[in-house]
């Protein structure tokens, strides 16, 4: 099974920061690759998939990059509205593992 | 407006059964496959299961193997999870989640509200 393995697993940015969350695949995933967020409280949100597309609605800061095993998420300017835990998600085979989480606070 | 209404939350014993239901609505259901994820107190999103647009093809997490069970009635446009041998640890907030695209490897785009399961003596 693919294990996806997030860092770091917190972080402490100021607003207007650039943010920048990774998630490393065990195994090559190419693009299938996913990054939701989830607020406190609330039920995930889709941000990003094949490792790069903006989901609908999603504000433009946020971005995706990467193929393969190693994938990066990146906040162009933190918002207060950011604060949240960010998962990624490889969705190419079952089972469809999360990373462990990264949770994104304003210093 | 898609929309994935959950069962309510329920407290069972250990070693009990219980079974959650999700309606669907806003979509055409049985075009997607169907998910089941959940999140332990303070933890992490956990994948648990999915069923294929027709319910012939069921995957599970290994945590789960064995004693959960995914279903699906498209007649009725609802998914189901049979949680059988219930432990202390299957105790979480339990989603269901459809993906974004109707063929190929997706994503999971709309969510349900959760069902609170709680595994308690």
């Known amino acids: 099974d693919i294990q996806m393995t997030q860092s770091p697993s917190s972080l402490s940015a100021s607003v207007g920061d650039r943010v920048t969350i990774t998630c490393r695949a065990s195994?090559?995933?190419?693009?299938?690759l996913a990054w939701y967020q989830q607020k406190p409280g609330k039920v995930p949100k889709l941000l990003i998939y094949a490792a790069s597309t903006l989901q609908s609605g999603v504000p433009s800061r946020f971005s995706g990059s990467g193929s393969g095993t190693d994938f990066t998420l990146t906040i162009s300017g933190l918002q207060p509205e950011d604060v949240a835990t960010y998962y990624c998600?490889?969705?190419?085979?079952?089972?469809?593992?999360f990373g462990q989480g990264t949770k994104v606070e304003i210093k | 407006e898609v929309q994935l209404v959950q069962s309510g939350g329920v407290v069972v014993q250990p070693g009990g059964s219980l079974r959650l239901s999700c309606a669907a609505s806003g979509f055409t259901f049985d075009d997607y496959t169907m998910h089941w994820v959940r999140q332990g107190p303070g933890k992490g999103l956990e994948w648990v299961s999915l069923?294929?647009?027709?319910?012939?093809?069921?995957y599970y997490a290994d945590s789960v193997k064995g004693r959960f069970t995914i279903s699906r009635d498209n007649s009725k446009n609802s998914l189901y999870l049979q949680m059988d041998s219930l432990r202390t640890e299957d105790t979480a907030l339990y989603y269901c989640?459809?993906?974004?695209?109707?063929?190929?490897?997706?994503?999971?785009?709309?969510w349900g509200q959760g069902s609170l399961v709680t595994v308690s003596s």
């Open positions: 998600q490889n969705y190419n085979s079952a089972p469809r593992a």
């Open positions: 195994q090559g995933i190419s693009n299938f």
């Open positions: 989640a459809k993906d974004k695209h109707s063929s190929g490897w997706s994503p999971l785009d709309y």
């Open positions: 069923i294929s647009w027709d319910g012939v093809t069921p």
